[in-house]
């Protein structure tokens, strides 16, 4: 267990609907990362946000978004659903002190879009 | 295009034995390398990390071996278990320093263990 929560653990909504994922980091975590993992993709990178304000993005189309609240959970919104963006969806969170340290993946939601 | 890659999407390897999973990366400036294993139906979980001033790092069971000559990364598995059939992912992180950007991740590569 990486100490990283991932709500729910699957989901299952239409083409067109809008759906929240949420993620709670391990105890002291500052920075969250979301990843997209599909069978034609891969794991992908989606955004980072850090104590709250945006640090990086990645392979995020527009129809999605993300925060983190004041309590460093991070929630992932997904618009306009499609049925390619079927797929697990991971977060993951790192330690807050700056350097290179490991990322701790979350258990995943799987999203499928009918 | 992806800048990290695996050579064999496929290792089988008996019981017992060594397994040696490869990954190439073809961006100079990653400066960290991490190895996953994923569990069919579970999330990636951390193996083992190398910074790119070392060559070398030794875990339980497990080494990682940084080659920047040839940008390229392995992973070994000492005696390998039934526990340990997985797919492994080689990552890297382009950002600046400091983890801000997310990780690049390879493609994976299925490892079966075989009684």
């Known amino acids: 267990d990486s100490g990283v929560t991932q709500t729910p653990k699957h989901l299952i909504t239409a083409t067109g609907q809008r759906v929240t994922l949420r993620c709670s980091p391990r105890?002291?975590?500052?920075?969250v990362y979301w990843y997209q993992q599909s069978l034609d993709q891969g794991l992908q990178f989606l955004i980072h946000?850090?104590?709250?304000?945006?640090?990086a993005k990645g392979n995020i189309l527009e129809r999605f978004s993300a925060q983190q609240f004041p309590d460093l959970h991070s929630e992932l919104n997904l618009s306009s659903l499609e049925l390619g963006d079927s797929a697990l969806y991971f977060c993951?969170?790192?330690?807050?002190?700056?350097?290179?340290?490991?990322?701790?993946f979350g258990p995943g939601t799987r999203l499928t879009v009918l | 295009g992806e800048s990290v890659g695996l050579h064999l999407p496929t290792l089988s390897v008996q019981e017992g034995d060594n397994s040696i999973i490869n990954c190439a990366y073809s961006?100079?400036?990653?400066?960290?390398f991490i190895w996953y294993k994923q569990e069919s139906g579970k999330g990636p979980q951390f193996i083992i990390d190398i910074r790119s001033n070392m060559d070398k790092r030794q875990g339980q069971r497990v080494t990682v071996l940084l080659n920047k000559t040839v940008k390229h990364l392995s992973l070994q598995i000492a005696a390998t278990q039934p526990g340990d059939s997985a797919v492994y992912f080689c990552a890297e992180n382009m950002g600046s320093g400091g983890g801000a950007d997310g990780l690049t991740f390879g493609k994976g590569t299925h490892l079966i263990i075989q009684p």
């Open positions: 105890s002291g975590d500052l920075s």
């Open positions: 961006n100079s400036a990653s400066d960290y």
């Open positions: 993951a969170s790192s330690p807050s002190v700056p350097g290179q340290v490991p990322q701790y």
């Open positions: 946000y850090y104590n709250g304000e945006e640090r």
